[in-house]
């Protein structure tokens, strides 16, 4: 049996995935134009959302063991602006090198570095504490990009779980096994975030461990 420090890094790890993968099958169903689209002025869009996160995962997880969370080279009010420019290829690299900087850092860790010391913003944090608040952070963010996407897509939305009015059918149905995709720390191996999301979509009727469902 692992230890609980192995088990925590590990389930860690489930969990960073289970939100890529569920904000990935909502930024996949988005139009070009509609990754840009906010509800109201003081709403934030998709896009913008992704930059913000990508920032964040770029601070808080490059050289987690050794410096602060909140680099000096950290401007996050600029995280929630985009110029006219910005294309569906920018935000997506923004995703995935955030994501990359997240799995590369967690790979990394040992059982033995769960109770160090880190800071963030000057606050000490156990290891354990630190990936916690980034967990909760995202899984925010993750609800955040679902819901925008559900509300733009409407009718043509596809979805991330049990489909609704199937869930007594769910109960009754014989237990499905759910394969994992293959991750490595940039993300699915050997699959387009296309093939990947379509791949979730398919298996809509599962409930994913670590879902918001």
């Given at each position: 049996?692992?230890?609980?420090?192995?088990?925590?890094?590990?389930?860690?790890?489930?969990?960073?995935?289970?939100?890529?993968?569920?904000?990935?099958?909502?930024?996949?169903?988005?139009?070009?134009?509609?990754?840009?689209?906010?509800?109201?002025?003081?709403?934030?869009?998709?896009?913008?959302?992704?930059?913000?996160?990508?920032?964040?995962?770029?601070?808080?997880?490059?050289?987690?063991?050794?410096?602060?969370?909140?680099?000096p080279d950290r401007f996050r009010d600029q995280e929630f602006e985009l110029n006219t420019a910005t294309t569906r290829a920018d935000v997506l690299r923004w995703w995935d090198n955030g994501w990359a900087q997240v799995f590369s850092t967690l790979d990394?860790?040992?059982?033995?570095?769960?109770?160090?010391?880190?800071?963030?913003?000057?606050?000490?944090?156990?290891?354990?504490?630190?990936?916690?608040?980034?967990?909760?952070?995202?899984?925010?963010?993750?609800?955040?990009?679902?819901?925008?996407?559900?509300?733009?897509?409407?009718?043509?939305?596809?979805?991330?779980?049990?489909?609704?009015?199937?869930?007594?059918?769910?109960?009754?149905?014989?237990?499905?096994?759910?394969?994992?995709?293959?991750?490595?720390?940039?993300?699915?191996?050997?699959?387009?975030?296309?093939?990947?999301?379509?791949?979730?979509?398919?298996?809509?009727?599962?409930?994913?461990?670590?879902?918001?469902?």
């Amino acid at each position: 049996m692992p230890d609980l420090a192995t088990h925590y890094l590990d389930e860690a790890r489930r969990q960073m995935r289970g939100q890529k993968r569920l904000a990935e099958g909502a930024i996949a169903q988005l139009k070009d134009e509609e990754l840009f689209l906010t509800l109201d002025p003081e709403s934030n869009s998709v896009a913008i959302l992704i930059k913000h996160m990508a920032g964040s995962m770029r601070s808080r997880f490059r050289d987690f063991l050794a410096t602060d969370g909140e680099k000096p080279d950290r401007f996050r009010d600029q995280e929630f602006e985009l110029n006219t420019a910005t294309t569906r290829a920018d935000v997506l690299r923004w995703w995935d090198n955030g994501w990359a900087q997240v799995f590369s850092t967690l790979d990394a860790l040992k059982p033995e570095d769960v109770m160090r010391t880190v800071t963030i913003r000057g606050e000490p944090h156990t290891v354990l504490q630190a990936i916690n608040r980034q967990i909760a952070h995202y899984g925010g963010h993750t609800g955040q990009i679902i819901f925008l996407a559900k509300h733009l897509r409407s009718s043509d939305w596809k979805t991330l779980s049990i489909p609704r009015g199937k869930s007594e059918e769910y109960k009754m149905a014989p237990p499905k096994t759910y394969k994992p995709m293959s991750y490595t720390k940039d993300g699915p191996r050997n699959q387009s975030l296309k093939e990947s999301v379509s791949r979730l979509v398919l298996q809509s009727s599962v409930c994913f461990k670590g879902s918001t469902s």
